[in-house]
């Protein structure tokens, strides 16, 4: 029989609720002060108590692994908490493609995927001498828009910057990746290529919450001019939105671009779920800012399928579910080296 192991967050409860549905054993790899948490939902059959997630890695939990012919289901936390070097060292087999997460984490990799796949990027901007309009400074990796800030000059890039770095919030060392704002309405475009179909499904979208931009956009201007504090763009939540459908045609035409620019650039290709992140602007001109390349926390608003899933599917389907039923599909048909690297 095979098993489903993911991370104890991000979306881990959706990832293994999808894969009890499918029938599938499901094993959370859960840091101990979070096993009260998911104690309570009796579709995780098996915990494995680590006090760091990067304690999979060693031989005893790898074996436990192995044992229940495990798939790992990559997510946010398993980038945000593991380096490329030790992420690609896992030796249980992991769902999609474990070695485009490192052109997920590393901001000069992203963008020339990006560029590849023909997506409409922000102009990045080289050297803090060189802005001379809004642009937004970003952390390397998932670091979930912590630490991130606007700047409009040099000047006051560097002010932030002081601010942050005394804070604590980012290092000295750390390269900050510059890249002009871009202003509209955000949508977070969720897909799934399954390399057994050979096809692309729109999944759905999603709009993020962050804080405290978000917080600062409710006060007035007189308050806002007060605030000296640099906000960050730390996500706490996610929402549902759709998309007109005259979008529609351009969204599978992005989605399907980046596929076959990652088929080309990072074998075996993007396969799984992924996300392209942007905004429309006023003429519904979408800009990209940001890819996923594993699924990402806002399809968890659609535990009970989505609404454009409903049109591919005549049963409630989440990502969750999705990808157990690639696997179990691909294991049925002898086919688990294609979805798993
Ligand atoms: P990221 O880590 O790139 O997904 O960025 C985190 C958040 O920062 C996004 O969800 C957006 O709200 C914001 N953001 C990032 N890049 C841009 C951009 N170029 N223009 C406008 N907003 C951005």
């Not at 000295?172 to 969720?190: C, F, R, S």
Request: some cysteine; proline content about 4%.
């Amino acid at each position: 029989m095979t098993a489903i192991a993911t991370l104890g967050s991000h979306c881990a409860l959706q990832v293994l609720k999808g894969a009890k549905d499918e029938g599938l054993k499901t094993i959370l790899v859960c840091e101990r002060k979070r096993e009260r948490l998911y104690r309570r939902f009796s579709f995780i059959d098996e915990l494995i108590l680590v006090d760091s997630f990067t304690e999979i890695l060693e031989q005893k939990h790898q074996s436990i692994l192995e044992q229940n012919n495990a798939v790992l289901i990559p997510h946010g936390t398993l980038i945000a908490q593991m380096s490329s070097e030790q992420i690609e060292s896992i030796k249980t087999p992991i769902f999609g493609n474990k070695w485009i997460l490192r052109w997920e984490s590393d901001r000069t990799m992203k963008e020339k995927l990006m560029r590849e796949a023909k997506l409409p990027v922000p102009k990045p901007v080289l050297h803090s001498k060189d802005i001379d309009k809004l642009v937004i400074v970003k952390r390397q990796g998932a670091a979930g828009g912590k630490g991130y800030f606007l700047a409009a000059n040099q000047e006051d890039y560097n002010k932030k910057r002081e601010q942050l770095i005394s804070q604590g919030i980012i290092s000295k060392e750390e390269t900050l990746y510059i890249q002009e704002y871009a202003a509209g309405v955000l949508a977070y475009l969720q897909f799934f290529y399954s390399p057994l179909k050979e096809e692309l499904e729109f999944f759905g979208a999603d709009q993020r919450h962050e804080s405290d931009i978000e917080g600062l956009a409710r006060i007035p201007s007189e308050q806002q001019l007060k605030n000296t504090k640099v906000p960050s763009f730390n996500v706490i939540g996610n929402s549902p939105i759709v998309l007109r459908e005259s979008l529609l045609d351009e969204v599978y035409t992005m989605g399907e671009n980046f596929v076959e620019a990652s088929k080309r650039i990072v074998s075996p290709g993007m396969n799984g779920p992924f996300c392209i992140e942007g905004v429309y602007d006023e003429n519904a001109k979408f800009t990209s800012f940001e890819f996923s390349a594993r699924i990402v926390a806002g399809t968890n608003i659609y535990m009970d399928g989505s609404p454009y899933y409903s049109l591919l599917f005549n049963e409630p389907m989440s990502m969750g579910k999705r990808i157990a039923r690639e696997i179990k599909t691909a294991k049925e048909t002898n086919q688990l080296d294609k979805i798993t690297t």
